[in-house]
Nanobody, 123 residues
Framework: QIQPVESGGGLVQAGGSLRLSCKII????????QGWFRQASGKEREFVAA???????YYGRSVKGRFTISRDNGKNTFYLQMNSLKPEDTAIYYC?????????????????WGQGTQVTVSS
């Protein structure tokens, strides 16, 4: 059974940084693509970042240049480094795992989801 397990959310001031982690249990990270999505209160889920099996990366327009997705295959874990955080980044962040090797910006293309972690950015 494949299970992504998230960690690393919390409260941070505007301008600060946080790193989210997602450990994949039951599957090697380099066998498929992974992504991060977020959902703010009262809004639809939004694409944040994705990484393909060959390590090509993709970012949502609102986070490009501030967030970085990466992966450590030895630890079976992928990450979302978030810098220069803004209050509008406040949301529940979800990691997601896709069974195919190509990344996608569409949440319905992902097969396994983490439990979600709250990120709150204060002004």
């Amino acid at each position: 059974q494949i299970q992504p397990v998230e960690s690393g959310g919390g409260l941070v001031q505007a301008g600060g940084s946080l790193r989210l982690s997602c450990k994949i249990i039951g599957r090697d990270t380099d066998s498929g693509a992974q992504g991060w999505f977020r959902q703010a209160s009262g809004k639809e889920r939004e694409f944040v970042a994705a990484i393909s099996a060959s390590a090509n990366t993709y970012y949502g327009r609102s986070v490009k240049g501030r967030f970085t997705i990466s992966r450590d295959n030895g630890k079976n874990t992928f990450y979302l480094q978030m810098n220069s955080l803004k209050p509008e980044d406040t949301a529940i962040y979800y990691c997601a795992v896709r069974s195919t090797t190509s990344a996608s910006t569409t949440d319905s293309h992902y097969d396994y989801w983490g439990q979600g972690t709250q990120v709150t950015v204060s002004s």
